[in-house]
């Protein structure tokens, strides 16, 4: 990770499941949580660090539980038309060659007290305008997978559980393994 910046969090760490690509660090606070004073102190609560600690440590591996949520994703996607740029996809090894660089790793506190989200999002071929993101809470536990809004996770179902996707097609809707 990079030297730290005033607020105390390093200004880039790397992804392994990206193989080591380097992504930007930054806080996003919601205002109504009011962090004034935490802001105005510069530092950043040890929720936040071990989040990002976390994430850092997740394994390269990682890439293979995530191909068909970004699949799932991908395709939702082509059914609305295929971006410029983008080739349709046969099958989810395949996601990898349309995911491109990673632009920023948001810290985001649920409460003052967390869970903390890093939501890290990328750009990919099929959807340009609002690229990828895909949320850990903790930093290491997959909630979200979708288009960059800084959602965190998707509302359970009548069944209690979340999915990682939700496609506009219903057929696309994935739950992480």
């Known amino acids: ?42 530092t950043v609560p040890a929720a936040a660090h071990e989040a990002l600690a976390r994430f850092s440590a997740l394994s390269a591996d990682l890439r293979q539980d995530l191909e068909p949520l970004l699949y799932a994703y991908a395709r939702d996607e082509e059914g609305k038309g295929i971006a410029p740029g983008a080739t349709p996809l046969r099958e989810a090894s395949e996601v990898w060659s349309q995911v491109g660089t990673a632009r920023s790793l948001m810290l985001i506190p649920e409460t003052p007290e967390g869970p903390w989200y890093a939501a890290l ?8 305008e609002h690229q990828l993101q895909m ?43």
Not at 14 to 32: H, K, N, S, T, Y
Not at 141 to 151: A, I, K, N, Q, S
């Open 1 to 42: 990770m990079s030297d730290d910046t005033e607020a105390g969090l390093p200004d880039t760490c790397p992804v392994p499941f990206l193989l080591g690509q380097d992504v930007r660090v930054a806080l996003d606070i919601p205002f109504e949580l009011e962090f004034d004073e935490m802001a105005e102190a510069g």
């Open 121 to 128: 999002t990328c750009d990919v071929a099929w959807e340009p």
């Open 135 to 177: 949320s850990f809470k903790d930093g290491d536990e997959l909630t979200r997978v979708g288009p960059g809004d800084l959602h965190h996770a998707h509302p359970a179902d009548a069944d209690g559980r979340a999915p990682s996707f939700v496609g506009a097609d219903p057929a696309w809707t994935t739950y992480a393994a």
